[in-house]
Structures are given as structure tokens and as C-alpha cells.
């Protein structure tokens, strides 16, 4: 069964210190694909990045970027100079792409709950 | 695009009472979900459609009905509401199931008394 954590359940930084929100993955599959999402306080969930298992290089966008190891299976999320905007709560998630049941269904991990102090 | 809209957006129920929980989507998207929403839980999945006519269950399904009738509609229906079906609920719409990004809805904030 698939399952994701997020050993981090709560991170308090200072404006402009980098920050990094852990997420390890289990999966038995070859084939899955991985997401962040961010929940800001206002409630609703925005997609962040879709990385599929074929594709190991990190990406960077902007002032985020992700760390892929699938020899740790793990799927890292880096804030760079935090801003206090970044105040929310992060869900790392995976799907399994195998068949088009409930395997490939979206396993988010329990979330970090990020706040950026002026 | 309004994307996926719910309603409503609050909600006391007593116990025992019923109701839908509206979600519409204007992407034409194929994939669609009702998740749930707790402290300290992460998000769970309740029911899911791959498609009109086509459902099933995810992880957490006891006290809940759906049906998809259209692609854009996706009701989520609490037959006989209690206390531990108070939480936030989201719906979600995806063009495929598994592989790509899921749009999720603002929400509905349930209370059941």
C-alpha cells in the first residue's frame, strides 16, 4: 500500500531564513507520480509541482525548489528567503499510476504547518 | 472557468438529518473526488468517479452516498449525519485519474450537532 509521511508537523521561521518541509514515500510500484500542495490560511488547496517517478531532477521555481532521491524515497520541498505569505499548510501527496482504479488514487501525507514570523 | 465550485459553504446539521453537499466542475474533467478534511489527519478520500456513471469507494465511505449523473456534477450525499462526520470537506476534478494534478474546490465547513 502506498503511504506517505511528513515527519515535520509544525516549522516556525524567521522571515528570510530557507526552510526545508521533508516528505519520505512508500510505494510498491515503479511507476507513480508525486505532488505538493499548499493550504494557506484562507483555506483553499493550490497545486504546487507534479513530479512523475522517471524524472529525478530537481526543479526551481522562483524561491521554491524540490529535492527527488528516489534512493531515499523522498521528495523534499525548499523555501529559499521565506516570506511570511508562505504561512500554510503543505501536503506532500502519491499516486500510483498503475490501472485506473483505486490503486492510482491520491495519498496525501498528514501536512506541515509552516509559519514565516516577521 | 469558475474551476470546481462547492456548496454550500458552511453547514450545522443535527444529528441524524441528511443532505447533499454540491460540487460542480466546467473543466470537463473526466476524474473527480470528495475528500475529507481533519485535524492532524491530512486529506482522505471518500468516493471517487472516473467518470459519468462510474463510482467508487476511497478509504473512508461508511455514511456516504454519490452519484454521477453528468461529467460536472459529482453530489456527495450524508444519509444520516453524526458527530463524527463534522469536518471540512473538499471535492476535487482531475483530466486523469492518478497521473495528473487535482483542482480542488474551496470547501465546505460541516458541523453536525
Known amino acids: 500500500a502506498q503511504k506517505v509521511t511528513q515527519a515535520q508537523t509544525e516549522i516556525s521561521v524567521v522571515e528570510k531564513e530557507d526552510v526545508t518541509l521533508d516528505c519520505v514515500y512508500e510505494t510498491r510500484d515503479t511507476t507513480y507520480y508525486l505532488f505538493w500542495y499548499k493550504q494557506p490560511p484562507s483555506g483553499e488547496l493550490v497545486f504546487l509541482i507534479r513530479r512523475n517517478s522517471f524524472d529525478e531532477q530537481n526543479e526551481i521555481s522562483g524561491r521554491y525548489s524540490w529535492n527527488f532521491q528516489k534512493s531515499t524515497s523522498s521528495f523534499n520541498f525548499t523555501i529559499t528567503a521565506s516570506q511570511v505569505v508562505d504561512s500554510a499548510v503543505y501536503f506532500c501527496?502519491?499516486?500510483?499510476?498503475w490501472g485506473s482504479g483505486a490503486n492510482s488514487k491520491l495519498t496525501f501525507g498528514k501536512g506541515i504547518t509552516l509559519s514565516v514570523r516577521p | 472557468n469558475a474551476g470546481v465550485t462547492q456548496t454550500p459553504e458552511f453547514q450545522v446539521l443535527k444529528t441524524g438529518q441528511s443532505m447533499t453537499l454540491q460540487c460542480a466542475q466546467d473543466m470537463n474533467h473526466e476524474y473527480m473526488s470528495w475528500y475529507r478534511q481533519d485535524p492532524g489527519m491530512g486529506l482522505r478520500l471518500i468516493h471517487y468517479?472516473?467518470?459519468?456513471?462510474?463510482?467508487d469507494q476511497g478509504e473512508v465511505p461508511n455514511g456516504y452516498n454519490v452519484s454521477r449523473s453528468t461529467t460536472e456534477d459529482f453530489p456527495l450525499r450524508l444519509l444520516s449525519a453524526a458527530p463524527s462526520q463534522t469536518s471540512v470537506y473538499f471535492c476535487a476534478s482531475s483530466i486523469q485519474q492518478g497521473i495528473y494534478e487535482q483542482y480542488f474546490g474551496p470547501g465546505t465547513r460541516l458541523t453536525v450537532t
Open positions: 468517479s472516473v467518470g459519468a456513471g462510474i463510482t
Open positions: 501527496a502519491l499516486s500510483e499510476a
